[in-house]
Each structure stands twice: as C-alpha cells, then as structure tokens.
C-alpha cells in the first residue's frame, strides 16, 4: 500500500491524523495554515484499515491509498 497526498488541495483538517497518526501528521507551513505530512509512506498492512478510514473521512477528498 502506498499513500500519497494532494498537498495543493490540502487544508489541514487534521482528520487524517486523529483517524492514524502513525502514518499522519499536521503542521504549520511557512505560509501560515496547516498542511498534512505523510510520516510513512507506504505504512504496513495492519494500518490499512485505518489509512483508509482517514482517506475516506478527508473532508478535501486528498489521501489516495494505491496498492
């Protein structure tokens, strides 16, 4: 499995990171909002689960998982 992120569409609603924070993360860009930051990107089978649930749940539609 493989994840990745539309930075640009980004908005860091940081559900992502409440759905598995072993693979998410939220920061401050320079710019001055919030942008997720994929810590694992190609996270180990036991979180699918939960990487998809963040997925489905992004309010910006940005996290595809690829297998």
């Known amino acids: 499995m493989k994840v990745k992120v539309d930075l640009d569409l980004c908005q860091g ?20 909002y919030p942008q997720v930051v994929v810590l694992i990107e190609e996270p180990p089978e036991e979180l699918r689960q939960r990487v998809e649930t963040a997925a489905t749940f992004c309010p910006n539609r940005v996290i595809t998982v690829e297998d």
């Open 13 to 32: 609603h940081s559900v992502c990171l409440a759905e598995c924070p072993e693979v998410f993360n939220v920061v401050e860009t320079e710019e001055g």
